[in-house]
């Protein structure tokens, strides 16, 4: 596609149940990262992947975050057992590569999660 | 710790006055820089970044920002503002070494009077 696609565009879920977070990267770039938006704040990274690879999960807040890139392209990020904290908008980006200086980085549109 | 601040909230400019975002960074060495733009429902877009070199950069839309090592910022302008870029607008860094995660400071709100 000509952009980052994510799906859903809204999510709203009751607090315990898991959900589920797609990033369609812009195709061919090898570089993903997810970023976490609070109502108010900037993104705050979570995690990156290059190409398949997880080299980075720093900054996913807890055990019930998961995030998986199984096939280099599409990357699902997972919450399990939503608790309200977790709301905010979701936010993927994909670069072409890695690499000094870096390549820019494309945003997707966001997911907004609300927790009920 | 690498930090972004961005002590504005938000601000109002009338429609075709000047505008400057303020941007201050904490960073061990100088980072790369970068300025986001956030409309509703849009995801970010990047207007501009600084990685070496002349510390004036230009963007597009018309916005431009200058790096100053001494005061750690990276303050973004523009000259003439339009309606359309009443939006949410993003200082970020990124290390010079290692893959590219990026910081963020917590934004400016614009709004554009007419």
């Known amino acids: 596609g000509a952009g980052v696609s994510q799906s859903p565009r809204y999510k709203v879920a009751k607090r315990g149940q898991d959900v589920a977070l797609r990033c369609d990267p812009i195709s061919g770039h090898v570089s993903l990262f997810w970023y976490q938006q609070a109502l108010g704040q900037g993104p705050e990274f979570l995690t990156y992947f290059q190409n398949e690879a997880q080299l980075d999960k720093s900054g996913l807040p807890s055990d019930r975050f998961f995030a998986e890139r199984p096939e280099g392209s599409v990357s699902t990020l997972k919450i399990q057992r939503t608790q309200q904290e977790d709301s905010a908008v979701y936010l993927c980006a994909s670069s072409r590569q890695d690499g000094m200086p870096p390549n820019e980085q494309f945003f997707g549109p966001g997911t907004r999660l609300t927790v009920l | 710790a690498q930090s972004v601040t961005q002590p504005d909230i938000h601000i109002t400019v009338s429609e075709g006055a000047s505008l400057e975002l303020r941007c201050n960074y904490s960073?061990?060495?100088?980072?790369?820089l970068f300025w986001y733009v956030q409309s509703p429902g849009q995801g970010l877009q990047l207007l501009l970044k600084?990685?070496?070199?002349?510390?004036l950069v230009q963007g597009i839309k018309g916005f431009e920002a200058e790096f100053k090592r001494s005061q750690s910022s990276f303050n973004l302008r523009k000259p003439s503002v339009h309606w359309s870029d009443a939006a949410e607008y993003f200082c970020a860094v990124g290390a010079r070494t290692g893959f590219q995660k990026l910081v963020f400071g917590t934004g400016t709100r614009l709004l554009v009077s007419p």
């Open positions: 960073y061990g060495a100088t980072p790369y």
């Open positions: 600084y990685f070496s070199g002349d510390t």
